[in-house]
């Protein structure tokens, strides 16, 4: 990044950062869950006015875009706006903290980071925006401000909005925990694993404990799923997939003595390749009622597409690790490694190019935490160096906007086809 923006950035932290800070601690302590962000929506569409700029709230009332136009003498040609998009909503639970920004809100906590994003897309929003009416922005900007990341929604009523018309690349951090702050962590390729989720639900006419053979045992069928379906996954899916399956409930029966008449199993099945997350749903239910066929019981399966992998697209990840390293130096940039975890990001990547990063929020030599935690906090040191970051790799990517490729293709996502022997 250029030394004279280098300087209004640091110019803009040391005026803006406390009240950023102050911004983060106020949505802190006023989560709101999924598809009922309307206060939050409302305080960032209010910044973003008073910096001169003109925010839309998505159809569904939550949410908001805003558009930061280029400099007039700025001559790009289509698909160059670059997107920072964050994610608004919180998670329900409570907030076990104790800290003046605790949440205040009962059975609703940013446990995950929102928060964070959110704060450090409108910083990076405010600054590129002081840029634009200097004339010194090469390219335009959209800032993306989801609802509903956590019911994996939000990203595609997003894109049925029309956000992602006319944009090249998109860019997102992640909070991570166990990155102390000052550090980004990135990969090229999947960053992230699809995430859906399944139910199970055997039936038979029930029946007393003493004669099991004169009627369909149930509890004995369902736990007979519960154990051999993800033993059987690994011999019909290629290991390097990582299909897996894990469990999360089971219930069946009232009483010791009798056999119930319905039991069921929910859990999530997690795939960091696109070819055999495409085809798990068909080969789970080929696999349940080949388990529970035996014993003469009825099963259903309920199989929930969630999300897909997200895969970053490997110039934009460059692009990523370029600006960060413009503003952190090469010994803040570091490769990440692939999650289990899932992210709805990944309906965008299905669309345009872009990349997700993992931004350090652990205090240096401070222990491991985790997200989704109602004891979840963040080193706020975090959000000066996501600003920073967000800042640089736009830059870095308006001042590459003339070569944008096509829009990855969904085979691409996550594929071992043609994977090398050792390759990780």
Not at 40 to 61: K, N, Q
Not at 223 to 243: C, F, H, Q
Not at 375 to 381: H, K, L, T, Y
């Amino acid at each position: 990044m250029e030394g004279n923006v280098r300087r209004s950035l640091d110019e803009f932290l040391a005026a803006r950062g406390p009240g950023l800070i102050a911004f983060r601690r106020d949505l802190h302590a006023h989560p709101e869950t999924g598809r009922a962000e309307h206060r939050t929506t409302r305080v960032i569409a209010e910044r973003l006015a008073a910096a001169g700029l003109d925010p839309v709230v998505l159809p569904g009332g939550t949410g908001l875009l805003a558009d930061i136009a280029a400099a007039e003498n700025s001559s790009y040609p289509e698909r160059t706006v670059v997107a920072l998009r964050a994610d608004l909503d919180a998670l329900p639970m409570d907030d076990e903290k104790d800290v003046p920004y605790r949440s205040t809100v009962a059975g609703a906590c940013h446990a995950c980071g929102h928060d964070v994003h959110t704060t450090v897309v409108l910083g990076a929003g405010l600054f590129l925006a002081e840029q634009a009416r200097a004339g010194l922005l090469p390219g335009p900007v959209r800032l993306i401000f989801q609802p509903d990341e956590e019911g994996s929604t939000g990203a595609k009523d997003v894109i049925a909005a029309g956000a992602l018309a006319s944009v090249g690349r998109i860019f997102a951090v992640h909070c991570d925990p166990r990155l102390d702050v000052g550090k980004l962590g990135i990969r090229s390729g999947a960053i992230t694993a699809a995430c859906d989720h399944i139910k199970v639900r055997v039936h038979g006419p029930g029946g007393h404990t003493a004669r099991p053979h004169l009627t369909a045992d149930v509890v004995y069928a369902l736990g007979k799923v519960v154990t051999e379906l993800p033993a059987m996954l690994s011999r019909r899916v290629d290991p390097r997939s990582s299909l897996s399956l894990v469990w999360g409930r089971i219930s069946a029966g009232s009483a010791a003595n009798a056999i119930p008449d319905e039991g069921i199993a929910e859990g999530t099945v997690r795939c960091l390749d696109n070819e055999a997350w495409e085809a798990a749903p068909a080969l789970f239910g080929e696999l349940v009622k080949s388990v529970a066929g035996a014993y003469r019981v009825t099963v259903e399966l309920n199989y929930q597409r969630n999300v897909p992998a997200t895969v970053n697209e490997p110039a934009s990840a460059a692009m990523f690790a370029t600006g960060a390293e413009s503003v952190l130096g090469p010994d803040g940039v570091m490769p990440t490694q692939q999650s289990l975890g899932g992210e709805d990001f990944a309906y965008y990547l299905d669309c345009v190019p872009g990349a997700l990063a993992r931004l350090g929020t652990r205090p240096p030599g401070g222990a491991d935490g985790d997200l989704h935690q109602p004891s979840f906090d963040v080193d706020e040191r975090a959000i000066g160096v996501g600003v920073r970051v967000m800042v640089a790799t736009a830059l870095t990517a308006l001042w590459h906007g003339a070569a944008v490729p096509e829009p990855p293709g969904p085979p691409a996502r996550g594929s071992l086809a043609g994977a090398a022997e050792g390759e990780r």
